[in-house]
Nanobody, 117 residues
Framework: QVQLLESGGGLVQTGGSLRLSCKVSGTIFSINIMGWYRQTPGKQRELVATITSGGTTDYADSVKGRFTISRDNAKSTVYLQMNSLKPEDTALYYC???????????WGPGTQVTVSS
């Protein structure tokens, strides 16, 4: 079955950087749309960034210019490089996979990012 596992979260000061990784197994990684979402208590999960199989990326306005999503198909891994972090970036970050034909989606368990002021 499809499995996603995030890593790389942690505690960082304002202005710092983190790189999240999401390792995928159980599917042909290269054909899928990958994304990063985040959620804070009491709020809906929100889109952070997506990347298609062809490498086209899209970002939430709040992270444009600071975050970069990328993928390594040989490693079945998607990354989220987060720079110039702000306290409002504090959240549980989830990796998402969407199959292009069925639009089935899968989620990882999440990794916590905390930005201190």
């Amino acid at each position: 079955q499809v499995q996603l596992l995030e890593s790389g979260g942690g505690l960082v000061q304002t202005g710092g950087s983190l790189r999240l990784s999401c390792k995928v197994s159980g599917t042909i990684f290269s054909i899928n749309i990958m994304g990063w979402y985040r959620q804070t208590p009491g709020k809906q999960r929100e889109l952070v960034a997506t990347i298609t199989s062809g490498g086209t990326t899209d970002y939430a306005d709040s992270v444009k210019g600071r975050f970069t999503i990328s993928r390594d198909n040989a490693k079945s891994t998607v990354y989220l490089q987060m720079n110039s972090l702000k306290p409002e970036d504090t959240a549980l970050y989830y990796c998402n996979l969407e199959k292009p034909l069925t639009h089935s989606t899968y989620w990882g368990p999440g990794t916590q990012v905390t930005v201190s002021s």
